[in-house]
């Protein structure tokens, strides 16, 4: 009985001593990826903490312009269109 790959593989099948020349080489390439995915990991995740903290301290600058706004609902600085407040882009 044949296998399936036996069935479908049309290619020859590569020598396993072609790819290792040195051994170490591919533990060392391997420990690179390694370190710089943690580089970038840690870099993503600084940035996603800065822009976090960002947005919160906007939206806690809201807070206080609407709380310290005073007036209720009907307080014509909240309905002057935003001049005063830039969007925070």
Same mark, same amino acid.
């Given at each position: 009985?044949?296998?399936? +790959?036996?069935?479908?593989?049309? /290619? ?7 790819? %290792? %020349? ?8 391997? /420990? ?8 970038? +990991? ?7 903490? +800065? /822009?976090? +903290? ?20 009907? %307080? ?5 269109? /935003? %001049? ?6």
């Amino acid at each position: 009985m044949t296998s399936w +790959a036996d069935q479908w593989d049309t /290619g020859a099948d590569p020598s396993p001593r072609r790819g %290792s %020349s040195g051994g170490s080489d591919g533990k060392k390439q391997g /420990g690179d990826r390694v370190e710089k995915a943690k580089a970038a +990991a840690a870099t993503g995740l600084k940035k996603v903490k +800065a /822009g976090t +903290a960002q947005g919160f301290q906007w939206i806690k600058d809201k807070y206080h312009q609407k709380k310290n706004a005073g007036g209720g609902k009907n %307080s014509k600085q909240q309905q002057g269109g /935003g %001049s005063q407040i830039a969007a925070g882009y």
